[in-house]
Structure formats: C-alpha cells, structure tokens
C-alpha cells in the first residue's frame, strides 16, 4: 500500500505530539510516588522508560536504517519489551529520563522530515515479517499512545487515593 503525503504529514504530527506529551509528564510526575510498584506492575517511571528504551534500539534505528539515512551500530532489537532492564541509575533522574526521550524524538524527528513519500514506503523485515517505515512508526505512535495512556491512569488513580 501507498500512503499519501496526507497521512504522512498526519503521522508525523501525531509523533511531534507525543514529544510534546512526554514534556507535559514533567508537570505532574514529580506529584505521584513513580518509583512505586504496584503489585505485580511496572512503576510509572518503567513504563516511561521503556518508552526511551523503544525508541532507541527499536525504532529509530529501523527507520533511519531502512530509510537509508543510517546503519545501525547494534543489531536492531524488534523485541525491545524483552530486552528491557529497567536501571534508574543510568537515567539519574526522572526528568533526566524525561529530557532523553525528548532528545531521543527530536532526533528521529529530523530524521521523520527529510523523508519523502518513498521513503515511508520502503519495508524492513520485523519479526520475519516485512514492514514499511509508515506501519511501523503508526505501531510506536500507538505503543507510545498505550504507554502514556496507563502512566495517565496510574497518576489519577494514584491522585484519587491520597
């Protein structure tokens, strides 16, 4: 399938919105205990990190190798839930955390806009599968959107207890 410069402009809106999401979570994380596990969950600062985690050998290497821009200096990790290992030291801090993911998106941002339409079109091998740089930026847009959505619901959960 073509996608159109409509829905790649779309896309890439909806990749500079989450940037700007993750900036809003700098507000209200520091209100809410975000190291604290609930029974048998990720802390708030986990599902986050995972988000930079992602990003970093999943996502952004896919594009800009596929896209032609860049080869990867590690293999390329399509299972990245299972090569996380949550360390809060190597982050310092949460706004540490939080400033990487902002950095980490304005470099695959660059990248998203010097694309042209062919480019969103090249494919890439996924989990044995080929697949084109738009469908797998629309599945970060979604597991970033799923990721933020229960950080969101944690914090009014953890809101409404107090």
Do not use: C
């Not at 706004?95 to 998106?105: F, P, Q, Y």
């Not at 914090?155 to 207890?161: I, P, S």
């Amino acid at each position: 399938m073509d996608f159109t410069k409509t829905q790649i402009d779309q896309l890439i809106d909806d990749v500079s919105y989450l940037q700007d999401e993750v900036e809003a979570l700098k507000y209200v994380i520091h209100s809410v205990p975000f190291d604290e596990k609930p029974a048998g969950k990720e802390s708030i600062i986990e599902m986050v990190a995972l988000i930079d985690h992602a990003q970093k050998v999943f996502y952004r290497p896919f594009v800009e190798f596929v896209a032609g821009f860049a080869k990867p200096e590690e293999p390329i990790e399509d299972e990245f839930r299972k090569s996380f290992l949550f360390d809060m030291e190597k982050y310092e801090t949460v706004d540490g955390l939080l400033d990487k993911i902002v950095k980490h998106r304005a470099a695959l941002m660059s990248v998203l806009v010097k694309m042209n339409v062919i480019d969103w079109n090249k494919k890439g091998v996924v989990k044995g599968k080929p697949k084109t740089i738009y469908t797998v930026v629309t599945e970060m847009v979604e597991f970033e959107r799923n990721q933020l959505k229960m950080v969101a619901d944690r914090v009014m959960t953890m809101e409404r207890e107090r």
